[in-house]
């Protein structure tokens, strides 16, 4: 079966500090993965998606960039944080276009201090 | 682009009772309706979802709805438990990469 990994759980972090966030997905190979931020007490947002290695789409602008290094890593990054950065970032994947099932992972509660 | 809103943002139920929750869609070419359960501090958990072709779908005690002439989808949940105690998140997708857009989220109460 399929299960999807992210770490860490927490992070705190202080303005212009960097930032990784990853995500892996096992058990499936080619999967569609998405990056989305969810401030608290609201929806979700999405950021970025990657449909292959080394293709990432941004659907905002911002402070942060995404990277697709391996077929089922993505990495969320920033080279200096604001405090407006600050959220709960969620990774999810999906089996690709026309599947429209989409899964997700734990979450990073991030804090910019 | 498609927007989706959802109704009520808090809802409190009497455990046992039924709850609804009620989500509507901007764009007819929306065709896939998931719901998505997130307990504090986890990620969403997708529960059940609908496709345009279907009207009713139930999975034990939680049906979906879906009126594409209205344009709207609705989750319900029969014999509450204090475990269905979550925000619940509606969407609505026409199947590309990108574009699942999601409602605002319902916090559900069930009081035992």
């Known amino acids: 079966s399929q299960t999807i990994h992210q770490w860490p759980a927490t992070l705190v972090q202080p303005v212009g500090s960097p930032l990784s966030l990853e995500c892996t997905v096992e058990?499936?190979?080619?999967?569609?993965l998405y990056w989305y931020r969810q401030a608290a007490g609201r929806g979700l947002q999405l950021l970025f998606y990657?449909?292959?290695?080394?293709?990432i789409s941004s659907e905002v602008p911002q402070n942060l960039s995404a990277s697709r290094p391996q077929d089922r890593q993505f990495i969320l990054s920033s080279k200096k944080l604001l405090l407006s950065d600050s959220g709960f970032y969620l990774c999810?994947?999906?089996?690709?276009?026309?599947?429209?099932?989409?899964?997700f992972g734990s979450g990073t509660q991030l804090s910019v201090l | 682009g498609e927007n989706v809103e959802q109704h009520p943002s808090t809802l409190s139920v009497q455990e046992g009772d039924s709850a609804v929750i009620k989500c509507t869609y901007s764009?007819?070419?929306?065709?896939?309706f998931p719901w998505y359960k997130q307990e504090l501090g986890k990620g969403p958990q997708l529960i059940i979802d609908?496709?345009?072709?279907?009207g009713e779908k139930k999975d034990q005690r939680i049906a979906v709805t879906l009126n594409k002439t209205a344009k709207h989808f609705s989750l319900h949940i029969t014999e509450t438990q204090p475990e269905d105690s979550a925000v619940y998140f509606c969407?609505?997708?026409?199947?590309?990469?990108?574009?699942?857009?999601f409602g605002a989220g319902t916090r559900l109460t069930v009081k035992p």
């Open positions: 990657s449909v292959g290695i080394g293709q």
């Open positions: 999810a994947w999906c089996a690709g276009a026309g599947n429209e099932k989409l899964f």
């Open positions: 058990g499936t190979s080619n999967p569609n």
């Open positions: 969407a609505a997708s026409m199947g590309y990469n990108n574009d699942m857009r």
């Open positions: 764009d007819s070419a929306s065709n896939y």
């Open positions: 609908i496709r345009s072709n279907v």
